[in-house]
């Protein structure tokens, strides 16, 4: 399915608007992914959901496999939750910085295979077993791994420590040769103590000088002639060596150099061994994330009740008791209320009206989402529901301007109307939220009427439009694939009750002011816009001057209510933008006169007084 970037941005998919965070969106309801690759891998799937019925009816049937075997699943999950970023570690085996911790990682990750193996196997799901078929176990380089890295290895690749004992014989003495040569130097200074009888003798070690012998320099008294060979001089003491210890010494720091040498070339051989299993790698971690999200899916689908869809050929659209599903999260459980949606070749778009606030904008998203959800492979959130496959969605919902690219809120609203006529099919779903807001009533009313008849001669796409301009209503006798539905509310002492419920025919109010009052607006602009609504509504305000429009724009008396001539139009006549505006016979003259003017040749003063006749003349013809 192709998503454009606004769709996506108003859906809400993978981030939020506001926030622009994950938190609110569907992503993040749906995330119940234990590894890294699974998250990710359900990101690019709600980013780009499938179009082939057979790939979607084998995620949706493994979906069900899992939702009703529970334990099986938990098994799934237990063993999920012990393998790590097998893409991200592939990656750093390929680029060569991997160290010897993630080669550990990695080992322990392949280990949890055969279980995560078995736990599918218990499923006894065709579908299932179709994910594992050909499942790379990858048992050698366990093996090797096993033998080769030690299970805690420092991070480092080159102090040594990282080669288990008995991997390589070379390496094996020349461990042997440094723990031998480092005993003898620990039992030196017991041994030297007794012979000199000079307790706080002690053999010490440092990069510079190798080992040594300290004596303080109140004890050198004590020491036999010629038993050591001075090395260093301190302030408060001597250091000796004697022949053996340099021996001991050189046969050490041999020992230890080489060792080093020795691991680092060990491990530089299992990492490019590592390097041939990089394909397998990627194809185990690709095997392993779609079960990852498919057993996410089946978690969300037991806690949230989401029940398995049907596939309509017909381009039927049947839901029963559909909700939001991030709305409904957020909102205290039994706060939501259930919408029913039902479209067939009959009624290919649904008109919606109603009040601000009262849901139309989430009735919308709720059928894009539900589709979006059903061709990712995952249950939905209605009792019943029964959808063709869409090949794309579009959406038109909220006011958002592009100030930096000099495009105010109406042009982003008509560049994305327009890229939504022009790319969308029959198999589409539209979704156009308020269409005409940002320019005049008139000229909105007809954008929005042209675009609703453009979409149902031509285009024949579900499509879901909601508006506040009623004139649009009548529409519903005019247009034969066109139903009138609405959001209901009550109105009661002055206040305004959202039913959030949408029912067949059409709204009569907006209830502008009394969601402005719920906005907590001050007392003083309410009852004024009350007074100004209801002097609008009988077709007269105080100045007696103003265009006879209700507050949207509404007929009146049954006549659609006409634009004061006076209004400013850009219309290019002549190669000219000129206003709409006519003038009496004084005002001709004066403009007249004030064109033959040749102010290159007349003097100030003679301007001033040619202006002030031209005045004078308006102001006593006028």
Known sequence: MKIDVHSKRNLELVETIRRNGKKGSLLWLLDKTVTAMGGRRLKQWIERPLLNRTAIEARLSVVEALKEQFFEREELREQLKGVYDLERLAGRVAYGNVNARDLVQLKKSLERVPGIIEAVQKLDNPKADQIIENIDLCQELVQRLEEGIIDNPPLSVKEGGIINDGFHEKLDEYRDASRNGKEWIASLQQSEREATGIKSLKVGFNKVFGYYIEVTRANLGHLPEGRYERKQTLTNAERFITPELKEKEALILEAEEKMLELEYELFLNLREETKAYIPQLQRLAKQISELDVLQGFAVISEERQYTKPEFSETREITIQDGRHPVVEKVLEEGAYVANDISMDEKKEILLITGPNMAGKSTYMRQLALTAIMMQI?????????????????????????????????????????????SKATQNSLILLDEIGRGTSTYDGIALAQAIIEYIHHDIHAKTLFSTHYHELTSLGDEL???????????????????????????????????????????????????????????????????????????????????????????????????????????????????????????????????????????????
Do not use: W
């Open 377 to 421: 492979g995952c249950f939905v959130p209605a009792s019943h529901a029964r959808m063709p496959i869409f090949d794309q969605v579009f959406t038109r919902i909220g006011a958002a301007d592009d100030l930096v690219g000099g495009q105010s809120t109406f042009m982003v609203e008509m560049l994305e109307t327009r890229y939504a006529l």
């Open 480 to 622: 034969d694939h066109l139903q009138n539905v609405h959001v209901g509310a009550v109105e009661e002492d002055g206040n305004i009750v959202f039913l959030h419920k949408v029912v067949e025919g059409a709204a009569d109010e907006s209830y502008g002011i009394h969601v402005a009052k719920l906005a907590d607006l001050p007392d003083g602009v309410i009852n004024r816009a009350s007074v100004i609504l209801k002097e609008l509504e009988n077709g007269s305000v105080a100045d007696g001057n103003r265009p006879k429009e209700t507050a949207a724009g509404q007929k009146e008396n049954g006549q659609s209510v006409k634009e004061e001539s006076g209004q400013l139009s850009f219309f290019v006549e002549g190669g000219r933008k000129t206003a709409r505006k006519t003038r009496n016979k004084q005002e001709e003259e004066a403009l007249k006169l004030l064109k033959e003017l040749d102010l290159l040749t007349i003097t100030p003063l003679d301007a001033i007084n040619k202006l002030y006749e031209l005045q004078k003349s308006l102001s006593e013809k006028g």
